[in-house]
């Protein structure tokens, strides 16, 4: 299976509030996982990589963070919201040979 | 450094009609070449590949990708559009470094299919 969750599909949240977003991985043990940015009208950008439990590296410096506390477990966070972190996040898992697998998306608007 | 550029933000093709999407890379040897076709409110899809060998390759939906190493371009076409084709699509090249291989990807083509 290669089947990635992420929730929740979408969210409102007011600035300054913080942020949670969650994504699972089914399939095979330490996968490399991504978790990509889609803002209104842009491309993808990605944001954070991990190789392995507790293994984060950052291609944007941001007001956002990760962590991988589990294996196949990725989250996305966020001390204080700003209105520019609204867009479309997604998490990503390698699948051999560079390709990714995507999950569904979550949809984030900050007010 | 590495780039992957989508010259069209927006393209509107009439059904049946033929498409191509244009995608040209810059790197330094040749890429792992992606198309990605994502619809709205969705993640991503896997369209095609080309990694060697045959430089036109063919993926799902009657979709299929040329690779010219002396334009830097890799191109995905489509002989006849359908209406469900109406989605974002998106170029994209991997990087690989010791943390792993990371999708580069392009900004993107939105595609419009008239009736």
């Known amino acids: 299976s290669q089947t990635i969750h992420q929730w929740p599909a979408t969210l409102v949240q007011p600035v300054g509030s913080p942020l949670s977003l969650e994504c699972t991985v089914e399939?095979?043990?330490?996968?490399?996982l991504y978790w990509y940015r889609q803002a209104a009208g842009r491309g993808l950008q990605l944001l954070f990589y991990?190789?392995?439990?507790?293994?984060i590296s950052s291609e944007v410096p941001q007001n956002l963070s990760a962590s991988r506390p589990q294996d196949r477990q990725f989250i996305l966070s966020s001390k204080k919201l700003l209105l520019s972190d609204s867009g479309f996040y997604l998490c990503?898992?390698?699948?051999?040979?560079?390709?990714?697998?995507f999950g569904q998306g979550t949809r984030l608007t900050v007010v | 450094a590495q780039s992957v550029t989508q010259p069209d933000i927006h393209i509107t093709v009439s059904e049946g009609a033929s498409l191509e999407l244009r995608c040209n890379y810059s790197?330094?040897?040749?890429?792992?070449l992606f198309w990605y076709v994502q619809s709205p409110g969705q993640g991503l899809q896997l369209l095609l590949k080309?990694?060697?060998?045959?430089?036109l390759v063919q993926g799902i939906k009657g979709f299929e990708a040329e690779f010219k190493r002396s334009q830097s371009s890799f191109n995905l076409r489509k002989p006849s559009v359908h209406w469900s084709d109406a989605a974002e699509y998106f170029c994209?090249?991997?990087?690989?470094?010791?943390?792993?291989?990371?999708?580069?990807f392009g900004g993107g083509t939105r595609l419009m299919v008239k009736p």
């Open positions: 080309y990694f060697s060998g045959d430089t």
């Open positions: 991990s190789v392995g439990i507790g293994q």
């Open positions: 790197y330094g040897a040749t890429p792992y």
């Open positions: 990503a898992r390698e699948a051999g040979l560079a390709e990714a697998f």
């Open positions: 399939g095979t043990s330490n996968p490399n």
């Open positions: 994209a090249v991997v990087l690989f470094n010791n943390a792993g291989n990371m999708l580069t």
